[in-house]
């Protein structure tokens, strides 16, 4: 399953290959952990895990990480997995984030257990939970300001201070904070503590705040509440609710467990989960915090959540990058306790990988030039098979119209060619793909003495695109019949950022990559792209991976946004290394030069 796994390193960017193929590679430490605690029967030997995001932006890579983790760990293990947003921080959430999320989820492949849950959906039991903290007196209100509490917090090296209100009687506090729920003190006059000890060394220990009041509309229960759980309270707590056996979460959560533990415990909440933490993903050449990404967004450097640049779900879906794709990349990535940064062409040679498999061919020139076959009827015209895709004979083959006039890519002709350029070049015989074998007879220049025109004999004889004779030559380039061709918008993205940690020395959007798209009017591709719909995804051979775009794309006006282009700088990488790059990939690479 995982080739290259436990990428961790110590913060720079991760180039080390996994084991071979076909060995097997050891558990991950959370499978371990999950597999030991059923060998034990913990839990029966049920395993429930839950993703949950917080609906205040959209969904990244990194989160994809964490899906597939959760998703798959449920899955191996004959287990459940839930999605269960973490609404209690009303004042940046919204539905749109909600719905966005969940078709993320769903388009990449998994399935939640039941109907969508919410931390708001159990704000009732969380706040019985908070009556019996104070209760049993691990809880009481502070009348504290919020700069107080923060004054008398202390810091590593000095504990903190107990706050006058921390010796409130349980009856005083349960007044207070039925009061507090009842809507009588205005915001920020009080919140309610954990009461666990000051001079803790764990921060999180020192008296942490579990409830505030806000007076916000929430997305979900309205104006029903005018008090608001803090994450950690909650969290733990719905958990331990919704029975999820492991919880698994990012490193900066560590020091956060003897708290989560806490408030599961002494809330006496019957059901007890284990929060085990991994390393975020982190991917060069980009960021991956919804803080960050909605700066993007709002300042207006890309045009919105879903541009094709950006790292989340929804802007990986629309630049053509497959959901099979990003599991690979995340199962591939692997989950350990070290946080690293990973080499963004690991993910785009995922990406090149399952396209290369899965893509049906078209041809298609981005910068045409035009190519007369001289000895091609004027008026004829002739319909040749193409293959679909060379990595799949069940996709067939299909017919692309042949004229006297076609149009090539400029950069495939030279007037006077250094040495190991084979391309078309006067006297020098080239495969068109498919096609013939021609011979380049003369070429056209305009007043400025850009060229204007290529000319060429064929090879009545290769029709097809091999010689009868074996002649072999040296280039084969793709075409179109011009007359039959579609003007096509082309989008061709490069990475977002110019630098490979963005941010690292400064303003991250100083390192945004000003051409970091280029849109080409210029392209003209084979009449089948009429066939694509919004989303299809296609090679264009020698180019690139595409996909017509989910927003702009029709038939007759094709918009096609570049995914990845067939450099795989990752399988030069692996090389350097001596990692095994697939084989499938290398058959790739040697279609491409043919
Ligand atoms: P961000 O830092 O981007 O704002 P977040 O952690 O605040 O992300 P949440 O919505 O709280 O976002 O995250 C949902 C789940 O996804 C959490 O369990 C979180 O640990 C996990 N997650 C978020 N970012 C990453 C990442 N880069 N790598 C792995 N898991 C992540
Ligand atoms: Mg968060």
Redesign the pocket.
């Known amino acids: 399953m995982n080739e290259a796994r436990s990428m961790e390193g110590d913060g720079d960017t991760i180039h080390r290959p996994g084991p071979a193929p076909g060995t097997d590679p050891p558990l991950d430490f959370i499978r371990t952990i999950v597999a030991a605690d059923r060998a034990a029967g913990k839990h029966d030997g049920r395993v429930g895990t839950r993703?949950?995001?917080?609906?205040?932006?959209f969904?990244?890579?990194?989160?994809a990480?964490?899906?597939v983790?959760?998703f798959g760990v449920a899955a191996e293990n004959g287990g459940t997995c839930n999605l269960r947003y973490?609404d209690t921080n009303p004042a940046k959430e919204e539905t749109l984030y909600v719905e966005s999320i969940a078709a993320d989820v769903r388009w990449l492949g998994y399935h939640w257990e039941g109907p969508r849950k919410f931390a708001s959906d159990y704000f009732d039991r969380l706040y019985e939970f908070a009556e019996t903290l104070i209760r049993r007196g691990r809880a009481y209100v502070d009348s504290l300001s919020a700069e107080e509490v923060r004054a008398t917090r202390g810091t590593l090296e000095t504990p903190g201070t107990e706050s006058p209100y921390r010796n409130r009687t349980v009856e005083e506090n349960l007044d207070l904070f039925r009061r507090m729920r009842a809507g009588e003190f205005p915001d920020g006059t009080h919140v309610l503590r954990a009461r666990i000890d000051m001079s803790s060394g764990n921060l999180n220990l020192r008296d942490p705040t579990l409830y505030r009041i806000r007076r916000l509309r929430h997305h979900r229960t309205g104006d029903d509440w005018c008090i608001y759980p803090m994450y950690d309270f909650a969290h733990a707590l719905s958990d331990s609710i919704e029975g999820i056996t492991h919880s698994?979460?990012?490193l900066?959560?560590e020091d956060h467990r003897p708290l989560y533990d806490w408030c599961v415990a002494e809330s006496r909440a019957e059901f007890v989960p284990r929060q085990i933490e991994?390393?975020?993903?982190?991917v060069s050449y980009t960021v991956?915090?919804?803080?960050r990404?909605l700066r993007l967004v709002s300042e207006g450097h890309v045009s919105g959540w879903d541009d094709p640049r950006m790292p989340t779900i929804a802007g990986l879906r629309r630049r053509g990058v497959p959901p099979a794709a990003i599991r690979t990349f995340c199962e591939r990535v692997g989950v350990a306790k070290r946080d690293s940064t990973v080499d963004i062409a690991l993910l785009e040679h995922a990406v090149r990988e399952e396209l290369n498999r899965t893509s049906p061919r078209l041809m298609g020139v981005l910068d045409p030039v035009r190519l007369v076959v001289e000895n091609y009827p004027e008026n004829a015209e002739d319909t040749l098979d193409a293959v679909n895709n060379p990595e799949d004979p069940a996709a067939g083959a299909r017919q692309v119209p042949f004229s006297r006039e076609l149009l090539i890519e400029r950069a495939d002709f030279m007037e006077d060619p250094p040495r190991k350029f084979y391309r078309l070049s006067p006297g020098r015989e080239v495969r068109l793909r498919y096609a013939y074998l021609v011979t380049c007879t003369g070429f056209t220049k305009d007043a400025d003495g850009r060229v204007q025109e290529v000319r060429c004999r064929l090879d009545p004889e290769s029709r097809g695109g091999d010689a009868p004779d074996g002649r072999r030559v040296r280039a084969t380039l793709h075409w179109v019949s011009a007359r039959h061709a579609v003007p096509a918008t082309v989008r061709l993205y490069d990475r977002l950022f110019r630098v490979e940690h963005p941010g690292r020395d400064g303003d991250f959007l100083k390192d945004l990559n000003p051409d970091s798209m280029r849109v080409n009017s210029d392209a003209r591709i084979e009449p089948s792209v009429r066939d694509l719909s919004p989303g299809d995804r296609i090679q264009l051979e020698r180019l690139g991976y595409f996909v017509a775009d989910s927003g702009d794309h029709q038939p007759e006006s094709p918009v096609l946004n570049r995914t990845v282009s067939l450099r795989d700088t990752w399988a030069r990488i692996a090389k350097r290394v001596g990692a095994p790059a697939s084989g499938r990939h290398r058959a790739g690479a040697r279609n491409r030069r043919r």
Not at 59 to 63: A, K, R
């Open positions: 993703f949950p995001p917080e609906p205040n932006g969904l990244h890579v990194g989160h990480k964490s899906i983790l959760n973490d698994l979460c990012t900066e959560f991994f390393s975020r993903l982190n991956l915090s919804k803080r990404l």
